[in-house]
Nanobody, 120 residues
């Protein structure tokens, strides 16, 4: 079975940084697009950063300019560098495939995610 493993989440002060990592088994990310999703408390899960096999990247407005998505190769691992964190960045972060850069449709199966908490 495919296993998605996210790591790197922590509790940090506003203005701090986090570097998230993701690995997947069975060449799960040998795919056109992969990215990071975030689910904030009381909100829907949303795609915040994506990268295509060509290297093209796309970011949602809340994180654009503060985050950088990267990949070691077209498969594994996947990274998300987040700087100048704000309380609104608090949530559970997941990695997964990306069908379109607008995040539609969402994948069906997810890993455990990694919790990022940003305090004032």
């Amino acid at each position: 079975q495919v296993k998605l493993e996210e790591s790197g989440g922590d509790s940090v002060q506003a203005g701090g940084s986090l570097r998230l990592s993701c690995t997947a088994s069975q060449n799960f990310f040998s795919y056109n697009g992969m990215g990071w999703y975030r689910q904030a408390p009381g909100k829907e899960r949303e795609l915040i950063a994506s990268i295509l096999s060509t290297g093209f990247t796309h970011y949602s407005p809340p994180v654009k300019g503060r985050c950088t998505i990267s990949r070691a190769d077209v498969d594994n691992p996947l990274y998300l560098q987040m700087n100048d964190l704000k309380p609104g960045d608090t949530g559970v972060y997941y990695c997964n495939r990306v069908e379109r850069y607008n995040g539609d449709p969402l994948p069906q199966d997810w890993g455990q995610g990694t919790q990022g908490t940003v305090s004032l």
